[in-house]
């Protein structure tokens, strides 16, 4: 669906803070809106925001050193202000983060307010409606309620539309209760109907990434566990597999091995297996887990726990075999000595047909359905083993199938497949269009929330 938004014959301004590669722009425009004014502190998206914009009149860095009387009118203010302070992966300080970034809001409000836009489109992560115990998306809120505008809110993901990824955010619409209403305005609805990754596959894409050859050892590795645990009566574990806790036996239920002593700790079993001799608890910790060695807690948290308590029954079950299958994955970095299968009990137990991600948590393998969230760490990037690759891309006795999601993959889950990432003078690198594409606002979920605003314009 395409139109033009137009009110008195005129095409309805926007300005776009926090622009990153410009989600709400592409949502925008496509609508028929005219960007006005965008804000983006990096200065390497600034400039490809002017590759793949250029008639946008002004594009500024930092939004803090901006006066509001020198923003152009406007009749919409669109921004995915940061996330950081809100974010899972951060330290969550909202408006106390060190960095002001969480006071950022107060920038967006500053303009709201010289210039009262009729409506306001913001996007944040999801943690962001119960930060801090609520009191963070209250101030927000009531922030905007107090300078008279109507405000709601909705978490979608864009696997509920159908787009084969799980993302989810908050998109938060407000408007200027004295000139409109949002009682005619629903979120879209959403489709319970099954993604799937393969929609977004493009088999002949050259601009690959194939899989090293550690990293299809790695996968190998973690084969024959799962085949293993099969042929040996059992199923696939639900809980993460942690397997440096194969063989250990320290004290892990009461007091964190941190606060314990050398004597508590001494004699002990460590990290598969390895008996504890140290002169100082520091020494004895560096023989842990290395789960185990944090001192933030006297107690662990009930589900670190859980996963030590099910991983050490599980090693109890199938010592025979594992303890010859630890000398595989004993020379794995810390991260790729966890396992997680997420594909439920039902799926073929073969990696290969699943979708997997390296992560700082372990390597997670889930079902074909849709990808997860594209991360801000861009070695994150999903893989795909099943996929063939082009035969221009093979050497000789090359696997024929298995590598990363490609850029152009990446970009048509956020909706962005005609964006450009350079040209001759300027581009960014993959590592870093990856960063920029999880930080970035879904083109197709915005698009449809400002079809349903603006439908009676």
């Not at 969480?102 to 930060?131: C, M, S, W």
């Not at 405000?151 to 955010?169: E, N």
């Not at 063989?247 to 002593?261: I, V």
């Not at 930080?439 to 915005?446: E, G, K, L, P």
Request: hydrophobic content about 35%; overall charge positive; proline content about 5%.
């Amino acid at each position: 669906m395409k139109f033009n938004v137009l009110q008195n014959g005129q095409q309805l301004k926007f300005i776009d803070l926090f622009a990153g590669l410009g989600g709400f722009h592409l949502a925008l425009s496509q609508l028929g809106c005219e960007c006005v004014f965008a804000s983006e502190i990096k200065e390497d998206l600034r400039k490809l925001y002017e590759i793949n914009f250029p008639e946008t009149p002004i594009i500024v860095g930092d939004i803090t050193k901006i006066n509001p009387n020198s923003v152009p009118s406007h009749d919409i203010l669109c921004a995915g202000f940061p996330c950081q302070p809100f974010s899972q992966a951060g330290k969550r300080q909202g408006f106390n983060d060190e960095k002001s970034r969480g006071n950022l809001f107060y920038n967006i409000l500053d303009i709201v307010k010289y210039h009262r836009p009729q409506y306001i489109l913001l996007e944040n992560v999801a943690t962001l409606k119960n930060h801090d115990k609520g009191n963070t998306w209250n101030t927000i809120k009531g922030e905007l309620e107090k300078i008279d505008y109507e405000v709601t809110d909705a978490i979608l993901s864009p696997h509920q539309f159908q787009i084969p990824q799980h993302r989810r955010r908050i998109y938060i619409v407000c408007v200027d209760k004295n000139r409109r209403s949002l009682s005619g305005f629903s979120f879209p609805s959403i489709s319970n109907k099954e993604s799937n990754i393969k929609r977004i596959i493009d088999e002949n894409d050259t601009n690959i990434v194939k899989l090293k050859e550690e990293t299809r050892c790695q996968l190998q590795v973690w084969q024959d566990f799962i085949d293993q645990t099969i042929a040996h009566g059992d199923s696939i574990p639900r809980f993460p597999i942690w397997a440096m806790e194969f063989g250990a036996n320290y004290d892990f239920e009461g007091k964190a091995p941190a606060f314990q002593t050398v004597n508590d700790l001494n004699g002990k079993k460590g990290k598969f297996g390895q008996l504890i001799r140290g002169s100082s608890v520091k020494r004895c910790l560096n023989m842990l887990p290395i789960y185990a060695q944090t001192d933030k807690n006297t107690v662990f948290p009930k589900w670190k726990i859980s996963y030590i308590r099910q991983n050490r029954e599980f090693y109890e079950k199938h010592k025979e075999w594992l303890d010859k299958w630890i000398e595989k994955v004993r020379k794995f970095d810390n991260s790729h000595q966890k396992f997680e299968w997420n594909c439920g009990s039902n799926a073929k137990p073969y990696i290969y047909d699943n979708i997997v991600q390296f992560r700082a948590s372990g390597i997670r393998v889930k079902l074909p359905t849709f990808s997860p969230a594209l991360n801000l760490v861009g070695t994150q990037v999903p893989i795909l083993p099943w996929v063939r690759i082009p035969a221009e891309c093979l050497t000789e006795n090359e696997p024929q199938q298995g590598r990363y999601m490609t850029i152009k993959e990446a970009a048509k889950l956020q909706g962005m497949q005609n964006l450009s990432f350079g040209n001759e003078l300027f581009s960014l690198s993959n590592t870093r269009i990856f960063e920029a594409l999880g930080n970035a606002v879904n083109v197709t979920i915005v698009k449809h929330i400002a079809q349903n605003l603006l439908k009676n314009e």
